[in-house]
């Protein structure tokens, strides 16, 4: 074989292998960053669905503010059994029993209704960072939306028709105004076909028309009578609002200042959301959780004492979940008593009955 066709193969190689490498640090790098298990004696790693689902204390907590059924989907984050981390899993609200984990997929985000779910996941093939992958009621996947940014929510409407994504186009936190870019798309899950996505809705303030570049939209929350209306955070001006809006002519409205992640009532009178406070004089500004009353506007704050970054999850009427770390926490939606664990390695959590 002449010399300058073996240096040919060998240069190709090498091309080859570098590009291998820098593939594998690419996936390697967003690989979740999982810490070791913890060492203790008699300590036996477990699988996921060996693990409790709600814990004894939610279960006195639930019993006493009359939940008695249902359950709660949610992302499993089982660190000592990293091969499911991410995984789809269940447990009932009530009476204890094991977790238990559903179909195969692997998610950043989940949220689960009326028989749809969307599963927000990393991949998808042909340069595809994330997609959304709409569910079936076995968890199977239906259909495949190519994402344009970091997965950070996800909802369904309550008749299964519509479902909502918010990724981060640029930047990973709503904590740096001014340095991130959202998106935020409507899709109807029947066909898996993106409907619209609300920068390019008709947005007044005031009366009115919103025509600035520093444009934001995240948190979507459905109406529980009617999955054509909905709620969602909009930023901009260094401001972030309510606004209600309507799929099908395009258009949304302000209604409040300093409400994000938004999440409707079962009856649609109240709204859980995280509000940018100051809980004492002179200290950072932390996200705290409220309720606001969208009859008269008034808000009461919860009695999670931390700052939480989630869209909540109602649990009937009167009882607030939301993701604390990796836990799930539930408190009462009238700011009266401590919040309490519901589930342990866990976040993401969507009530279904």
């Given amino acids: 074989m002449p010399d300058s066709h073996r240096g040919r193969i060998f240069a190709g190689l090498v091309t080859a292998c570098a590009l291998g490498a820098v593939a594998y640090l690419l996936v390697a790098s967003r690989a979740p960053q999982l810490a070791p298990a913890a060492t203790k004696p008699g300590l036996v790693a ?8 709600t814990t004894a204390e939610a279960r006195r907590f639930l019993t006493a503010n009359g939940v008695t059924h249902g359950k709660v989907i949610f992302r499993d984050l ?11 899993a269940t447990a009932a ?14 998610c950043e985000r989940v949220y689960f209704r009326a028989g749809h779910g969307l599963c927000l996941a990393k991949g998808g093939g042909f340069g595809t960072l994330y997609t959304a992958e709409v569910l079936d009621a076995h968890f199977d996947v239906l259909h495949r939306i190519a994402l344009a940014g970091i997965p950070s929510r996800a909802r369904v409407s ?7 994504t918010t990724t981060f186009v640029s930047g ?10 959202t998106q935020t798309l409507l899709i109807d899950l029947a066909n898996g076909e993106t409907i619209a996505n609300l920068e390019r809705f008709h947005v007044t303030i005031d009366g009115k028309v919103l025509d600035k570049p520093d444009v934001n939209f995240w ?5 529980p009578t009617d999955s054509n209306r909905f709620y969602a955070t909009l930023a901009t001006g260094h401001k972030t609002y309510l606004i209600e809006g309507d799929v099908a002519k395009r258009t949304a409205r302000a209604l409040h200042t300093n409400v994000e992640c938004p999440s409707l009532s079962p009856d649609g009178t109240h709204l859980a959301y995280k509000k940018l406070v100051e809980l004492a004089p002179g200290t950072p500004r932390i996200w705290h959780l409220h309720v606001l009353d969208l009859r008269t506007m008034k808000d009461v704050a919860l009695a999670e004492p931390g700052a939480i970054d989630d869209q909540a999850e109602w649990l009937g009427n009167d009882v607030v979940v939301y993701g604390s770390g990796e836990e799930i926490k539930a408190v009462r939606a009238d700011g ?6 519901l589930v342990a390695a866990a976040d993401s959590p969507a009530v279904v009955y």
Avoid at 46 to 53: D, R, V
Avoid at 336 to 341: C, E, I, S, T
């Fill in 46 to 53: 477990t699988h996921a669905a060996a693990l409790a689902g």
């Fill in 78 to 88: 089982d660190r000592h059994d990293t091969a499911n981390w991410g995984r789809i």
């Fill in 219 to 223: 948190g979507v929350t459905f109406s």
């Fill in 336 to 341: 009266m008593g401590p919040a309490v664990p």
């Fill in 172 to 181: 990973h936190s709503y904590n740096t105004p001014g340095k991130f870019s």
């Fill in 93 to 106: 609200l009530a009476g204890g029993g094991k977790r238990q984990l559903l179909g195969t997929a692997h």
């Fill in 158 to 164: 309550r008749d299964g028709r519509y479902g909502a």
